[in-house]
């Protein structure tokens, strides 16, 4: 039997790091963390193991395709592929911040949707039957879709949205930002929320993409939102802690072989979300 293997990008702290520990307990098989420092990662690893836990080591950088097209070449030529994906790297301005929406929008839209996307075009192709894809998301991204327009929500929404139309709208968003046209245009003011909304939206495509092309497979794809996690990225103020954060996307990435759902949805709390 060919070994096993998951992917956990931006691994090296918060949430990512909580979610190699787990898999690291429960995966049957070789646990990568990556990241796009290659000393930190390293460090994260060291921390791991000094807990009993043997994660891996591998760079990746979502916002660099070499970077990922490197990683792609790698799994493919050691294992064949890959078996679980969980695509968690991403960005949030914090509150405090003083930088313009428009750079806010145009930097979180480049990491959280635009970046995670090439990861997902580089890595789809590699997962193996019977894999899982996990992204993490936000009950953010659901918040702002509702406060669109009703236009943007109905495109969000409907089960016809192509990829490129969905490019096209996060593309836009950015564009309208930048000339502080995207209230007039049916846009929230958030651009950790749209960017969100982007990458559940995508995943939804990407799921029944995988539907259509590769039915026997089994491949279960869905987004998640772990809850408000303490992080550097959040602050303290927040309910859960880095390992509760990491229960629904270890979830998702560890359902059962067999298993038909959920596929396509936007889970939190381990329970499917309205979207």
Same mark, same amino acid.
């Given at each position: ?20 520990? #787990? /898999?690291?307990?429960? $995966? ?9 420092? !290659? +000393?930190?990662? @390293?460090e994260? =690893?060291?921390?791991?193991s000094?807990e ?6 591998h760079?990746l ?19 064949g ?10 960005i ?5 911040d ?5 750079v806010?929008?145009?930097?979180t839209?480049k ?6 996307r090439?990861?997902?075009?580089h890595?789809?192709p ?10 993490v998301?936000?009950l ?10 009703? #236009? /943007?929500?109905?495109? $969000?929404r ?8 969905? !490019? +096209?709208?996060? @593309?836009?968003? =950015? ?9 007039d245009?049916?846009?929230?003011e958030?651009a ?7 990458l ?5 495509i990407?799921?029944r ?6 039915p ?6 869905n ?6 996690v303490?992080?550097d ?6 309910t859960?802690?880095?390992d ?6 270890v ?8 298993a ?16």
């Amino acid at each position: 039997m060919a070994t096993k293997v998951v992917i956990v990008t931006g691994g090296n702290k918060g949430i990512g790091l909580a979610i190699v520990r #787990a /898999l690291c307990k429960q $995966f049957q098989g070789d646990v990568y963390l990556t990241a796009r420092d !290659v +000393g930190r990662g @390293e460090e994260a =690893v060291k921390s791991l193991s000094s807990e009993g836990l043997k994660p891996m080591f591998h760079q990746l950088d979502i916002n660099d395709v070499n970077s990922i097209t490197t990683a792609a070449a790698f799994f493919k030529q050691k294992y064949g592929g890959v078996d679980v994906l969980v695509s968690n790297a991403g960005i949030l301005f914090k509150m405090a911040d003083t930088a313009p929406f428009a750079v806010q929008a145009e930097v979180t839209l480049k990491t959280n949707f635009f970046a995670t996307r090439d990861m997902l075009t580089h890595f789809l192709p590699l997962i193996k039957a019977g894999g899982r894809v996990v992204n993490v998301s936000s009950l953010g991204g659901s918040t702002a879709l509702n406060k669109c327009s009703p #236009a /943007l929500q109905e495109r $969000f929404r409907s089960e016809d949205i192509t990829e490129e139309e969905l !490019v +096209g709208l996060m @593309e836009q968003f =950015v564009e309208k930002a930048k000339k502080g046209e995207h209230k007039d245009a049916g846009w929230p003011e958030t651009a950790y929320g749209v960017s969100k909304t982007g990458l559940t939206t995508l995943t939804m495509i990407h799921a029944r993409r995988l539907s259509k092309e590769r039915p026997k497979d089994g491949i279960l794809c869905n987004a998640c939102c772990p809850g408000w996690v303490r992080t550097d990225m959040t602050g303290q103020e927040a309910t859960k802690s880095p390992d509760e954060g990491a229960i629904t996307p270890v979830y998702l990435a560890l359902l059962p072989a067999g298993a038909t759902e959920p596929h396509g949805k936007f889970v939190s709390d381990k329970e499917v979300q309205p979207w």
